[in-house]
């Protein structure tokens, strides 16, 4: 059974910085291709950041060159470090690996970000 499991949402003033985590199990990070949406209340959810099998990444232009995704493979854990955070970023947060053709997501884990 794959589950993910989202952490590290926080309360932080506009300039900070947040680490968040994705921990799998059922499912190894190391051989899939990892992605990061985000979804404000009301509103589609939104694609962030994609980790690649290849440890290559892309990202949202508004994120970009904030936000770092990267894994640690013997924890078989995402991360999503965002820094220079603006109150725009204030969103639920979720992981989401695909595998053997059906999509997981995490339970989502909150940011908010004060001006």
């Known amino acids: 059974q794959v589950q993910l499991v989202e952490s590290g949402g926080d309360l932080v003033q506009a300039g900070g910085s947040l680490r968040l985590s994705c921990a799998a199990s059922?499912?190894?990070?190391?051989?899939?291709?990892i992605t990061w949406h985000r979804q404000v209340p009301g509103q589609q959810r939104e694609w962030i950041a994609t980790l690649a099998r290849d440890d290559s990444t892309n990202y949202l232009d508004s994120v970009k060159g904030r936000f770092t995704v990267s894994r640690d493979v013997p924890k078989n854990t995402v991360y999503l470090q965002m820094n220079t955070l603006k109150p725009e970023d204030t969103a639920v947060y979720y992981c989401?690996?695909?595998?053997?053709?059906?999509?997981?997501w995490g339970q989502g884990t909150q940011v908010t970000v004060s001006s």
């Open positions: 989401k690996v695909i595998h053997l053709g059906r999509p997981y």
């Open positions: 059922g499912v190894s990070f190391d051989k899939n291709h």
